[in-house]
């Protein structure tokens, strides 16, 4: 047996990983981070540093977790990791429902009608294999516990197995275009998809291979027991560090960064704001030469230029405020800022629309809301109520939050910003799906 990823954001089922890196795997990680750093002191001096950081991140006695998770390293202790979905036909042929023809190389698989969804947890004791909690009815609701044929299913493909958190971020962001094929439920259609000829999912692992992974892929060795797995990690964060003089524990932090440690934090932990909040922008006076100079767009009617804005994305919009004094004086008014950010975070179609919460999942909204409302200066109760709690504030200052949210350094919504991209990459297969079909070669079980 090995593990099972979930198939869109490639973690094991519950938290992840157990340690960062096993002893087995230290010189040779030194060895090959030392060799990409061009800094003093001398590479000997690197090394022994790096040495001695990384005997700190191996659990003790060969364990594969730590007894006490160190600060530094990735939370993954998000309620949406703790169960599963998992979507197939699960009934006692189990494994046989996918048969493999090795003269033509072919899959075939039953179709996504009459599929079963179920809540599952994990058998730690046996990777792939989940216990049923409750099986989940066409209508989303969890059907008498009664219902339920087996008390443990395999999720190998056909069947597979997404984390509850991870599914009900597929349901709230994806907006699929095209109308369902065959009239199947959403769980059914994906089924499908993932099965067919084009982007068929890979047994062993669980993942599609038509998805970017963010080198997710190498983390697994049959098990996906440390965050290194087979990956090249980098240096630059590292090389910083040291540069600074930061040695052992002080060096974790960079080290864990260089090893993307970011890609298993839980996804649910929105910044809170600084002691001052900053303004978005760098603000410059506008001299009298500079009105005269005005560019053509400036010269529309106030209101059309805030339509043209709407239509940016976040990089034209940035570009757009560094072409000239005059457009940046405009673009930096609170006012338009917060005209801007606000749809983008606020709309369904809004390209920054993942860092509102779920209400789907467990306790998202109540931790969000709670962080939020620390960025108002104001001190009405009224601000914090509303369907957008916090964020339906007329005083909740968008831009300087987004910018908290986009900065590399918060791993948690840089993780929640992935977990986002690999629901547009299906989005897309998706509709491509119910456009043009994927070939699938089936049978029909008696």
Known sequence: MRDQLCLLCAIRPR???????FEHDIYKTVRAMSENMAINPPSDEIAAAL????????????EITYSERPDWFPDGDWPGFENSIAIGHFDEDGPELWRYDLATRVSRCRNGKDVQVRLVEVDMALSGVFRTLHIIGADGAEEDEDEVDSDTIIA?????AVHEGCYRCLEAWSRVSGRPRNGLSLPGELYELVNSGQYQIVSRTGLLPGLRYAGMRKTLNQFQDSVL???????TYTSYALEAGLRGKDLMPAIVQDFKGWRFMRPDVWPKPPPQIPSMFTSYAVEPSDLLQQPILLRLPHELFLIVVDHLHLAGFMALSATSKSVRAVLSSPHVVNRF?????VSPHGRLHWILPLRSVRNEVERCHSTAAKWISSEDPQNATGA???????????GPFVRA?????NSSMRNRERIWGMVKQVEKMWSAYRKHGYKVDRFYHD
């Open 388 to 398: 957008h709690g916090p964020f339906g504030s007329p005083d909740f200052p968008y």
């Open 15 to 21: 938290e992840g990983p157990g340690v960062l890196l």
């Open 51 to 62: 040495v001695d950081a990384l005997h700190l991140a191996v659990a003790p006695d060969g």
């Open 229 to 235: 797995g087979t990956t090249q990690p980098g240096v």
């Open 156 to 160: 190998e493909a056909p069947n597979f």
């Open 405 to 409: 949210c986009l900065a590399r350094s």
């Open 341 to 345: 950010f606000r749809s983008e975070v």
